[in-house]
């Protein structure tokens, strides 16, 4: 249907918008192949078996998830999880850190790599302090793409030489110094403390929440963290009572579709990089703002969207049955894959234009840092509650062994987790 050229092009498109990259690009082939139906049939037919079968998963795991082979199947399946998503983020640290080649400089230089490395420190220290992922996110697109503008003007001869790096702009931008002074960073003197401010609300709304340790920590675990609120409709009495047993506290803000779906609406709509990313504004909205997840049932929900095929987005629908039944579930589903949608039909216009944007193009590697930081950042909260005793420990080390030196299929993994779950003795 096309040529490689074509698919790398398509591929490199969709780095360019939010959402998940694989579901767009199958998004982008079906409209290069039969234009506006087949955007539409490639997208639904690449979405709807993941979600049908994250949705059988979500009602088995509301009417039997707290019996005690549910419990010991989980508690050896989420280690392993864990394991895929530490590999997933190695692999893409070394795509975000890689030296560059000798005699070339299209990869990153020794000063850029020391900058990504520093940034991506600070974005980690800042959400474990509180600072909502939305502020980070913005802020190295708007300093890694300012800079990339300004660096651009200094070159062409239009503007003077400029002593801040994106380091510095970065610290600004969050909140952690100051940008004021020459060399036409107006723009940005003006965002910084923009940010920066939203940030510092950010976290004190976190911390008023009591979901944090002192300093803003995040909370992992605990008594004081909300279960999910019943399921709508679908799951039956013996499912509700079961959502029921696990409701640890009154929700933080009341259950509606409206809410659900406004608030996948939003994640689906910014969320860059990987879809593990996609951890760190669950737990953010769901577990910190809403109090209608705990940790654990978000590291159950992220086991389905990863045991089941097609991409880990799916995990939306387990977390709406689980909220809100079968209603909740479609309205979820609906809400992170429809900006997705929008998006590959917005940018096909303008794609070739963009794809060649300098200043794009090092926005997008200031989003590609911050989203690392993001992934270590939630996934060593939830590893604290996830791996408690021993040989859930000693599980996710031999899982993160095997995928580092073997080929062998995650799912592969996921299944022996939960054998060594349900057969190793009490």
């Known amino acids: 249907w096309l040529d490689e050229r074509r698919f790398l ?29 087949g955007w539409l049939a490639a997208g639904a037919c690449f979405i709807l078996p993941a979600a049908l079968m994250v949705g059988v998963l979500a009602h088995l795991y509301v009417v039997y998830g707290r019996t005690p082979v ?4 989980l508690e050896g399946v989420v280690p392993v999880i864990l394991a895929i998503v530490v590999h997933a983020l190695w692999g893409l640290g070394r795509t975000v850190f890689r030296p560059p080649a000798p005699g070339t400089t299209r990869r990153p230089g020794t000063a850029s790599l020391a900058a ?5 420190a600070i ?22 793409g300012g800079w990339a ?47 920066g401010a939203a940030g510092g609300a950010a976290a004190a709304a976190s911390a008023q929440g009591g979901s944090g340790l002192p300093g803003g920590t995040a909370a992992i675990g605990g008594a004081g963290q909300a279960g999910a609120a019943g399921p709508a409709g679908g799951a039956g009495a013996a499912g509700a009572a079961a959502v029921a047993a696990l409701a640890a506290a009154t929700p933080t803000v009341p259950f509606s579709l409206t809410t659900l779906f406004l608030t996948f609406l939003k994640i689906g709509s910014v969320l860059y ?49 689980l909220t809100g ?34 200043v794009l193009s090092a926005a997008l590697d200031g989003l590609n840092v911050v989203s690392l930081a993001l992934m270590a950042g939630v996934t060593w909260q939830l590893a604290r509650q996830a ?29 022996a987790g939960a054998a060594v779950g349900l057969l190793l003795p009490r």
Do not use: C, K
Request: charged share 15%.
């Open 70 to 73: 549910a419990m010991r199947f």
């Open 273 to 321: 990089g990987s879809g593990y990313v996609l951890l760190a504004f669950l737990r953010r909205d769901f577990v910190e703002r809403l109090g209608w997840l705990t940790d654990r049932q978000l590291l159950d929900a992220v086991a389905a969207g990863q045991f089941t095929p097609g991409p880990v987005f799916t995990t939306a629908t387990f977390v709406g049955y």
């Open 123 to 144: 974005a980690l220290a800042a959400y474990l302090a509180g600072m909502h992922e939305l502020v980070l996110l913005l802020a190295a697109a708007v300093v890694w």
């Open 387 to 415: 791996m408690s005793e021993l040989w859930t420990a000693g599980l996710f080390g031999v899982a993160l062994i095997t995928l580092g030196r073997t080929r062998l299929n995650s799912a592969w993994l996921i299944v």
């Open 325 to 358: 039944g079968l209603a909740g579930a479609a309205v979820a589903t609906a809400g992170i894959f429809l900006p997705s949608f929008l998006f590959v039909a917005a940018i096909r216009p303008l794609a070739d234009r963009l794809r060649r944007s300098p």
């Open 149 to 195: 503008a300004l660096t651009r003007r200094r070159l062409l001869g239009r503007g003077r030489p400029f002593g801040r790096g994106p380091l510095t702009m970065m610290a600004g931008a969050a909140g952690l110094g100051h940008t004021t002074g020459s060399g036409g960073l107006a723009v940005l003197d003006l965002r910084g403390p923009a940010l």
């Open 9 to 37: 092009d398509l591929l490199s498109i969709t780095h360019l918008i939010p959402g998940p990259n694989s579901t767009e690009l199958a998004m982008h082939l079906g409209m290069e192949r039969a234009g506006w139906r």
């Open 116 to 120: 990504r490395a520093a940034v991506a």
